[in-house]
């Protein structure tokens, strides 16, 4: 019993956003846009993340990716680059 309880489910946490800066070796700068309601002026209000992910793969600025959750690879980083979704033309 007590072995089944320290195997959870993994719940693995992904967003999709843009790359915004490429500037250092294997390491993209991904902003995450997240829409949520004010409670109360009831008016949708847009902020901006920025993540610092791995990506092995050269990407450009303008590219829309999917980054997941992993180990902290160094002190900020701590997403990695799943899949490019779209490229910038």
């Known amino acids: 019993m007590?072995?089944?309880?320290?195997?959870q489910k993994k719940?693995?946490?992904?967003k999709v956003g843009v790359v915004v800066s490429n500037?250092?070796?294997?390491?993209?700068?991904?902003?995450v846009e997240?829409?949520?309601m004010h409670p109360m002026y009831q008016k949708?209000?847009?902020?901006?993340?920025?993540f610092l992910a791995h990506a092995?793969?050269?990407l450009n600025v303008g590219d829309r990716v999917l980054i997941e959750e992993t180990r902290p690879l160094s002190k900020r980083k701590r997403w990695n680059v799943k899949e490019?979704?779209?490229?910038?033309s």
């Open 34 to 36: 997240n829409l949520f």
């Open 11 to 14: 719940v693995e946490r992904t």
């Open 44 to 50: 949708y209000i847009k902020r901006t993340s920025k």
């Open 84 to 88: 490019v979704i779209e490229k910038a």
């Open 23 to 31: 500037k250092m070796q294997k390491t993209v700068v991904v902003a």
């Open 56 to 58: 092995d793969d050269p």
């Open 2 to 7: 007590a072995t089944e309880e320290n195997k």
